[in-house]
C-alpha cells in the first residue's frame, strides 16, 4: 500500500506505553490485576462535575433536533471562553479571536498543518520530554522537529538561546507548555519575555499549551496573553480536560489576536471536521463559567501530591517540587537505574509507573529523561496512601 511517508516515519516509532503495558500484565500474572497501584498513564478518575453533567443533559432534550454542530464553536461557546479569560486572568480576548474545537491534542496536533510546508525545511520547536501530540503534528505537516531539552540545570525550563539561528529563520512555530507536563514546573516571565521577544522577531508563532491552567500547587499560573509583545505571535490553546475533568467531552480552544490565524486555523477546521458535538458545546459553556469545581479539584490533587511525594522521599528519590499538572518527574535513588527501579517498583510492590526515558527523547545526544521516573496523580488518594505503605514496608 502506499502511504504518506511522514506518518511512515510516525509508525516506525516505538510506542511507549507498549512497555509500560506488557510490565503491567507481568505483575498483573503475578499478584492479580487488581494489586496494581497505577500510577502510570494520566487519565483522570474523577467524575466530571455535576453542573457541567446537568447542563449537557438538559441540552440533549433542548436540542431534540440535532443538527450539524459550529465547527468553530457557537456564539455561546466562544463568548464563555472570553468570560473565562477575563475572569481567571483579567484578558480580553473577542469571540472571533478564538476557535473552539477538539481537545488540546487535535488543536496542537493541527496546528503545525496549518503553519508548515512540506518540502520548505520548515521548523518546528518542542520542549523534551513534552506532550507528543505536536511532534507528531510537526511531522505529519512534513516539518522538521528541533527540541528543546529540559535540564535540571535549568530548573528544567527550556533554554531559549540553544536555538541556533538558523533554525529560528526556519522555525514555524514554538510550542511551551506551561505547567508543564510532565516536569511539573510553571513558566513566569522569565521564559515567556524571551520567548515572545525571538518569535516576534523570526516570525513564528509561539503556541502555549496552558491545558494545566487550573491544575496547580501555590499561585495560579498566567496566561502567555498577560506578557508583553506578543499579540501578533502568541496562541493560546486550553481545553476542559484537566480543569473539569472532561477527558471523554474532548472539548478545548485556540486564541490569538493575529487574525490570520484564527482565520488559517478555522478554515483547516471548517475543511476537515465537524464542530464539537453542540450539546457538549452548551455544558463546556457550564464547565467555563464554574470556578467552584476547579477549587476542589486543585484540593484534592494536592492531597494526592503530599502524599505520594513524601513516600517517595521517604525511599531516597528526588522529586521535582512540582506547582502543576498531575505528574510528579521523580529522580531514581542514587546509584539505582531508573527502568530497573521501575521494574523493581511493579514486580515487588505492585506501584506501576513510567522510565521516563520512555517519554523523552535522545536530541543532541542527551536524553532529559535518563535516570527519572514519571508518576501520574489520576489514581485516587487511597492508592497514595497504599502505596506510601508498601514502600515503607
Ligand atoms: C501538555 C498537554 N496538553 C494537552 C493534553 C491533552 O489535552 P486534551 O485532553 O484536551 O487533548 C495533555 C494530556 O495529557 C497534556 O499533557
Not at 457550564?286 to 522521599?313: C, F, I, N, P, Q
Not at 537505574?337 to 523493581?344: I, P, T, W
Amino acid at each position: 500500500m502506499k502511504l504518506n511517508d511522514n506518518l511512515r516515519t510516525i509508525l516506525g516509532a516505538p510506542y511507549p506505553f507498549d512497555v509500560v503495558d506488557a510490565n503491567k500484565k507481568a505483575a498483573a500474572a503475578k499478584f492479580g490485576a487488581d494489586h496494581i497501584l497505577d500510577f502510570g498513564i494520566g487519565d483522570p478518575t474523577d467524575p466530571t462535575p455535576r453542573v457541567v453533567r446537568e447542563a449537557v443533559k438538559c441540552a440533549v432534550d433542548a436540542r431534540a433536533a440535532s443538527g450539524y454542530p459550529a465547527s468553530i464553536g457557537h456564539e455561546g461557546f466562544r463568548r464563555a471562553v472570553c468570560g473565562y479569560l477575563k475572569t481567571r486572568f483579567g484578558v480580553s480576548v473577542e469571540p472571533d479571536e478564538l476557535v473552539g474545537s477538539y481537545s488540546a491534542k487535535f488543536i496542537t496536533s493541527h496546528i503545525p498543518l496549518c503553519l508548515a510546508t512540506p518540502g520548505a525545511g520548515d521548523v518546528v520547536i518542542c520542549e523534551n520530554p513534552g506532550y507528543p501530540p505536536y511532534a507528531d503534528g510537526a511531522t505529519l505537516a512534513g516539518a522538521e522537529v528541533w527540541y528543546l531539552n529540559l535540564l535540571q540545570e535549568n530548573n528544567y525550563k527550556p533554554d531559549l538561546s540553544q536555538v541556533p539561528d538558523e533554525v529560528w529563520r526556519r522555525a514555524v512555530c514554538l510550542f511551551l507548555n506551561s505547567p508543564h507536563s510532565p516536569t511539573g514546573i510553571t513558566y513566569g516571565e522569565e521564559v515567556y519575555a524571551p520567548a515572545i521577544r525571538m518569535c516576534a522577531k523570526h516570525d513564528v508563532l509561539l503556541v502555549s499549551d496552558e491545558a494545566y491552567s487550573e491544575l496547580y500547587f501555590g499561585k495560579p499560573p498566567r496566561t502567555a496573553f498577560e506578557y508583553a509583545g506578543g499579540e501578533d505571535c502568541v496562541v493560546v490553546v486550553n481545553s476542559l480536560s484537566k480543569r473539569s475533568m472532561m477527558t471523554g467531552y474532548a472539548v478545548g480552544f485556540a486564541a490569538s489576536h493575529n487574525a490570520e490565524f484564527i482565520k488559517a486555523f478555522a478554515t483547516l477546521l471548517r475543511k476537515s471536521t465537524q464542530g464539537v458535538a453542540t450539546f457538549i458545546q452548551d455544558g463546556a459553556v457550564a464547565a467555563w463559567g464554574d470556578e467552584a469545581h476547579t477549587a476542589e479539584m486543585r484540593s484534592e490533587y494536592a492531597k494526592r501530591k503530599a502524599a505520594l511525594v513524601k513516600a517517595l522521599r521517604g525511599i531516597g528519590c528526588d522529586v521535582v517540587d512540582s506547582t502543576g499538572t498531575f505528574f510528579l518527574w521523580v529522580k531514581a535513588p542514587a546509584g539505582q537505574h531508573a527502568e530497573v527501579f521501575a521494574e523493581k517498583l511493579l514486580m515487588e510492590k505492585g506501584i506501576n509507573c513510567v522510565p521516563a526515558k520512555l517519554v523523552s527523547k535522545t536530541f543532541g545526544g542527551v536524553n532529559p529523561g535518563e535516570g527519572y521516573l514519571r508518576f501520574s496523580l489520576t489514581a485516587p488518594l487511597w492508592a497514595m496512601e497504599e502505596a506510601a505503605r508498601r514502600l515503607a514496608g
